[in-house]
């Protein structure tokens, strides 16, 4: 397997439950839910994303031919004092189009948990120790169980009652990024308070200014 990776980069995780932990993200290059092209914004399946994950040979990290190789970079990567445990997030664009046993097992080896931050629209490979899905209106899950549920709020027809009885630890409503940010913020605030099986996850990356 080639792996297509957008970035490799040491930093905070910025979401959700995890949010201040050290992790290696590892952005990995195209999605199922959209091109990436902004011609093809308004017909794609998830409308609202700020990631760039097209792939340039130009400025991008590369394509890795072994997961020995990917997880390699990736540890290299971590402190070499023996402190912390050492976590890479697999991100994207949709890391499950990439990401299989072989290079889960890989990063085990070299010590590091894992988590992953999916559409939760395919399925996911057994041993991902940190399953976070962000569900996008008008698709359907397919991972409907992990540690993590993260819904960018508000969504049209993505109300967070649908999503309420699946199985995930912990239910986090992320106010929606742009010009309605502090409208949106609100209202997550409001929605949590009044349904407190939910918490809001700030982008808290974005504040500090880190990526
Ligand atoms: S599913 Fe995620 S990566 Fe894909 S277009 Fe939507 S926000 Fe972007």
Known sequence: MTYT??????T?????????????FCRFAGCNLWSGKESDRDKAICKFCDTDFIWDS??????????????QVVADL??????????????????????????????????????VETNGTLKAPKGIDWVCVS??????????????L?????QEGGHPDSYKNYGFDNFYLQPMDGIDRKKNTQMAIEYCKANP??????????????R
């Open 150 to 154: 993260k819904l960018v709020y508000p």
């Open 58 to 71: 130009a400025v991008d990290i590369g394509k890795f031919s072994s997961s020995e190789y990917l997880s």
């Open 12 to 24: 905070l995780q910025g979401e959700g439950a995890n949010t201040g932990r050290p992790a290696v």
């Open 135 to 148: 569900p996008k209106a008008n698709t359907t899950l397919v991972i409907t169980e992990g540690e993590e």
């Open 5 to 10: 990776v957008k970035e490799i980069f040491y």
């Open 78 to 115: 971590w402190p070499q004092n023996g402190l912390g445990v050492p976590l890479v997030v697999c991100t994207g664009g949709e890391p499950l189009l990439q990401l299989d046993a072989e290079l889960i097992n890989a990063f085990h080896l070299k010590g590091f948990e894992v988590a």
């Open 197 to 210: 099986n939910w918490r809001l996850s700030v982008q808290v990356h974005k504040i500090i200014g880190i």
